[in-house]
Nanobody, 121 residues
Framework: QVQLVESGGGLVQPGGSLRLSCAASGSISSRNTMGWYRQAPGKQRELVANIDNSGDTNYLGSVMGRFTISRDNGKKSVFLQMDRLKPEDTAVYYC???????????????WGQGTQVTVSS
């Protein structure tokens, strides 16, 4: 079994910062791609940022320059530093992870339960 546990969400004023953390445990390979996704009410879940085992990253255009993703391979953890938050960043943020094979991904996508981020004055 694989579990992903997120922490760090909360209520913050516009312009503020939050740091999200996600720790994976169980049978997932230490060689994996991990990322953060978010879903606002009435909207599709979207990729915010991800990072592969080599450290290559992808970001949603609207968060570039404000958010930074990082990982700790040894601890199977991923982090999202969110700065200069805006009300439109309000969403449930989910950690996701998938094992990497020799070529491409293997096995299913794993998801955390989500952590609420609310940006409001």
């Amino acid at each position: 079994q694989v579990q992903l546990v997120e922490s760090g969400g909360g209520l913050v004023q516009p312009g503020g910062s939050l740091r999200l953390s996600c720790a994976a445990s169980g049978s997932i390979s230490s060689r994996n791609t991990m990322g953060w996704y978010r879903q606002a009410p009435g909207k599709q879940r979207e990729l915010v940022a991800n990072i592969d085992n080599s450290g290559d990253t992808n970001y949603l255009g609207s968060v570039m320059g404000r958010f930074t993703i990082s990982r700790d391979n040894g601890k199977k953890s991923v982090f999202l530093q969110m700065d200069r938050l805006k009300p439109e960043d309000t969403a449930v943020y989910y950690c996701g992870a998938r094992s990497e094979g020799r070529v491409g991904f293997i096995g299913p996508m794993y998801w955390g339960q989500g952590t609420q981020v609310t940006v409001s004055s």
